[in-house]
């Protein structure tokens, strides 16, 4: 079945620091792809999506890129604040039958001043 | 604002006690749903409505009820019958169907303990 994998955290870094927060998927279709973020003792939020393949999504720093020759949508960000410390949430949509977001199990970030 | 709400934050409950989490949503949309989130793990769908009156189960519904009277209002009962109850209880809304395109709105959650 559809599937997506991340890499496990936790991931920690200094501000300003190069993030790469790697995800792959396994789907049988022509999937959209999303990335969440869930900031602490919060719910989940849309950070950025991509719905076909070399489209790259893009929201406050943050960028992905869907390669469907290499089934991944890695998050990358240039420079890190201490604010983007969160949980972040790799997941894959395909449209028919059971309508249905898979998640990946989540990374967490860390960023220290 | 619009949003979802989420009640209560925080729940603690004996075992062998049903406890309800409320969910209320005023983004006008029709479909709602309920995740849990245990730690290293991602998200679990346990429930889902695409209309009023009208509900499917999730990946792990087992343990779990819930009911969709109304549009704005989906509470999901945590029965006595599931097993490892404790977890972080996540809700959300999204358009329906075709209009559905995997953005999916959550609430702030509702963290439920079992003593």
């Known amino acids: 079945g559809d599937s997506v994998t991340q890499m496990e955290g936790p991931v920690t870094l200094s501000e300003e620091a190069f993030l790469t927060i790697n995800c792959t998927y396994t789907?049988?279709?022509?999937?959209?792809l999303f990335w969440y973020v869930q900031y602490p003792g919060e719910g989940l939020q849309l950070l950025l999506k991509?719905?076909?393949?070399?489209d790259k999504g893009s929201n406050k720093g943050f960028e992905a890129t869907y390669r469907k020759e290499t089934t991944s949508f890695h998050l990358e960000k240039g420079s890190v604040q201490v604010s983007d410390s969160a949980v972040y949430f790799c997941?894959?949509?395909?449209?028919?039958?059971?309508?249905?977001?898979?998640f990946g199990a989540g990374t967490r970030l860390a960023v220290h001043p | 604002d619009g949003g979802i709400t989420q009640s209560p934050k925080y729940l603690f409950r004996k075992e062998g006690q049903n406890v309800t989490l409320s969910c209320e949503q005023n983004?006008?949309?029709?479909?709602m749903y309920w995740y849990r989130q245990d730690p290293g793990q991602g998200l679990r769908l346990i429930y889902y409505?695409?209309?009023?009156?009208?509900?499917q189960k999730g990946d792990i519904a087992e343990g779990y009820s819930v009911s969709r009277e109304k549009k704005e209002s989906f509470p999901l009962t945590v029965t006595s019958a599931q097993k490892n109850p404790t977890a972080f209880y996540l809700c959300a809304s999204s358009l329906p169907g075709g209009r559905y395109t995997g953005e999916l709105f959550f609430g702030e959650g509702s963290r439920l303990t079992v003593l």
């Open positions: 409505s695409q209309i009023v009156n009208d509900f």
């Open positions: 789907a049988t279709g022509y999937p959209s």
């Open positions: 983004l006008n949309h029709d479909a």
């Open positions: 997941a894959l949509f395909t449209s028919g039958g059971y309508n249905k977001l898979i």
């Open positions: 991509a719905t076909k393949a070399d």
